[in-house]
């Protein structure tokens, strides 16, 4: 069974991104631009389902590809029908491969509609009151929906969406004093 289950903040997440990015990045680092912690672990004081999401930009998918195999030997299993157009998508200790998921690996193209994914973090980061009610949220999908994580993704898409564009309009500088 691969649950839905949202635990409070875990100040290792921090180390726990780090030493795996270590490894991925002496695996593959000849062809990595940028390796982020993306995802609710890599926001401090955030709950969130205890999976560490690590983004992996590359310069194409298609360099990305050679990826695939170095990835594998780590322990990630490749979900080659992943839905999502502009990233692979590796899954570290997913049933019925080990007890429970870990990591979640996204290899995208840098600076691509992938990667602006950090903005949603880091506006998270920076808007504490913003970062609670995504909590909540989270809380009342996992609750809902524990054994279908389609539903729960889907159900944070349109919040998270509406976060980007904030994020968007802040990046921007429209909503900075003059």
């Known amino acids: 069974m691969d649950e839905v289950e949202i635990v409070n ?7 726990l991104f780090a030493q795996e990015a270590e490894r991925i990045r ?10 982020e912690h993306i995802g609710s672990t890599a926001v401090p004081g955030l709950a969130a389902k205890p999976v ?8 194409s998918l298609e360099e990305g590809k050679r990826a695939i195999p170095v990835l594998e030997a780590l322990g990630y299993v490749y979900w080659r029908e992943n839905p999502r157009p502009g990233r692979m998508f590796f899954v570290k200790g997913m049933p019925p491969y080990g007890k429970q998921r870990t990591h979640h690996v996204h290899v995208v193209e840098v600076y691509g509609e992938f990667w602006q994914r950090k903005l949603f973090r880091d506006y998270l980061r920076t808007h504490p009151e913003e970062a609670q009610r ?3 949220l989270k809380r009342d999908l996992a609750a809902r929906f524990r054994i279908d994580r389609e539903a729960y993704t889907d159900g944070k898409a349109e ?5 980007m564009e904030k994020a968007r309009h802040d990046q921007s500088g429209e909503n900075k004093p003059e």
């Open 9 to 15: 903040y875990d100040p290792r997440w921090a180390s």
């Open 26 to 35: 002496q695996a593959i680092g000849d062809f990595i631009v940028a390796i």
């Open 52 to 59: 560490i999401d690590i983004m992996v930009g590359v310069r």
């Open 134 to 136: 995504y909590q909540a």
């Open 159 to 163: 919040y998270i969406q509406t976060v």
